[in-house]
């Protein structure tokens, strides 16, 4: 069984910065995309940014210039830097792993549990 295990939220007042960190950890054979969503209270779940294993990144136009998105793949590891927050950044942010189980080889989808990012002066 795989699982995402996030860490670096919390509350920051509008400018500031955050860095955000997700682990994967389990039966892995590969992980081919990590990514961010974040979803707002009373909005749906919305991409912020994604990676590949070759470093092809995605991000919403919302956080381009902002948010930079980078992976560690020998340690299944993605990270969110998130500089210039606003107060519209706030949200649950969650990370996402695509790939590969290491047990019987089939389509592996998971999601982290999610952690609180507070944009308020």
């Known amino acids: 069984q795989v699982q995402l295990v996030e860490s670096g939220g919390g509350a920051v007042q509008p400018g500031g910065s955050l860095r955000l960190s997700c682990a994967a950890s389990g039966s892995i054979f590969r992980i081919n995309v990590m990514g961010w969503y974040r979803q707002a209270p009373g909005k749906q779940r919305e991409l912020v940014a994604t990676i590949t294993s070759t470093s092809r990144t995605t991000r919403a136009d919302s956080v381009k210039g902002r948010f930079t998105i980078s992976r560690d793949n020998n340690k299944n590891t993605v990270y969110l830097q998130m500089n210039s927050l606003k107060p519209e950044d706030t949200a649950v942010y969650y990370c996402?792993?695509?790939?590969?189980?290491?047990?019987?080889?089939?389509?592996?989808?998971?999601w982290g549990q999610g952690t609180l990012v507070t944009v308020s002066s």
């Open positions: 996402y792993a695509g790939g590969v189980d290491g047990i019987d080889y089939r389509t592996l989808e998971v």
